[in-house]
């Protein structure tokens, strides 16, 4: 079983449409949660970590739901400058960091 | 304060030839990881060092593949006698101890071949 799993979509969603992806994670002894964002041959940049009580930045927020293993990213009013892939990551224990392979979201206008 | 260093950002190789990538964590950071990104495909873990140390290599292949990451300069990632199955993006992050995000170089877009 993977360490992390994401729904891969593609999601074609239109400009301000709300979107909500999900990941899952195996590892109970999961520790720190992170959403990062990659646009196309670049390289990943940190949207924002997860914190337990959930976290809201601006149009995004992040979830965690530790019973169930697992963490949600809710994006609000998307804009076509949303239009990447979004990687889930979890760290274990000291520092390894495990990523989910991403899902594509486009924006269309 | 720069961000994390790759170079090269290009680097294109024959079969048989060796494979030299290099990163410049930021500055204070003394952790470093290694992954590998096929075509539309997901980040590979392939190596962890701190200064001087391999901390986990387990996703690094047994043969052709080696890291460092000396006490002065870069962390290197080299591979011998490239092969086309190599040909990928390389990213490199740092960060500076535990409990921290990762963040990424730019990453080497190897080319075999």
């Known amino acids: 079983r993977k360490e992390v799993e994401q729904d891969p979509g593609p999601f074609n969603v239109p400009e301000g449409a709300t979107v909500a992806f999900n990941c899952t994670y195996s590892?109970?002894?999961?520790?720190?949660f992170f959403w990062y964002r990659q646009d196309c041959r670049k390289e990943p940049k940190l949207l924002m970590s997860?914190?337990?009580s959930g976290n809201e930045d601006g149009r995004f927020t992040a979830q965690l739901n530790r019973a169930s293993q697992y963490i949600s990213l809710l994006i609000r009013d998307s804009k076509l400058s949303d239009s990447a892939t979004y990687l889930c990551?979890?760290?274990?224990?000291?520092?390894?960091?495990?990523f989910g392979t991403g899902t594509s979201l486009t924006v269309i206008p | 304060n720069a961000g994390v260093m790759q170079n090269p950002r290009h680097l294109v190789r024959r079969r048989g030839q060796e494979a030299r990538l290099r990163c410049s964590p930021m500055?204070?950071?003394?952790?470093v990881y290694w992954y590998r990104q096929l075509p539309e495909e997901g980040l590979k873990f392939m190596v962890y060092?701190?200064?001087?140390?391999?901390?986990?290599e387990s996703g690094m292949p047994k043969e052709r593949f080696s890291a460092e990451f000396p006490k002065e300069g870069p962390s290197i990632l080299r591979i011998q006698q490239v092969v086309r199955g190599d040909s990928a993006a390389y990213f490199c992050?740092?960060?500076?101890?535990?409990?921290?995000?990762?963040?990424f170089g730019p990453g080497t877009r190897l080319t075999v071949l």
């Open positions: 990551v979890v760290r274990v224990r000291g520092n390894q960091f495990y």
């Open positions: 590892n109970s002894a999961s520790q720190s």
């Open positions: 997860v914190y337990s």
């Open positions: 500055k204070g950071h003394s952790h």
């Open positions: 060092l701190q200064k001087e140390n391999i901390i986990d």
């Open positions: 992050a740092s960060l500076p101890g535990l409990n921290n995000e990762q963040f």
